[in-house]
């Protein structure tokens, strides 16, 4: 799961994405004025990388027991404060 993902839930009006269709796929371009939302989107785009590069593998990984993620790290499902 994505760890930048919910920064830019939470942030969506303070930055701008555009998509351009291309002959072989697509284009996505996201800027910010803000620092922290252009750090959140680069992470982002790392993890999207991941994801592209290792698969679903990648993906897993962070929902299963990466921090954060959805049975690991705080607030996760089997992490501290999850069911006994």
Known sequence: ?????????RNARGYRRQLTLTPTGIIAEETSDDPALTDA????????????RDG????????????????????????PGGPP
């Open 41 to 52: 989107i680069r992470a982002h785009a790392r993890e999207v990388t991941g994801f592209v």
């Open 1 to 9: 799961m994505s760890q930048s993902l919910p920064t830019l839930f």
């Open 56 to 79: 679903m593998p990648a993906m897993m990984q962070g929902m299963m027991g990466g921090p954060g993620g959805m049975m690991g790290g705080p607030g996760g499902m089997m992490g």
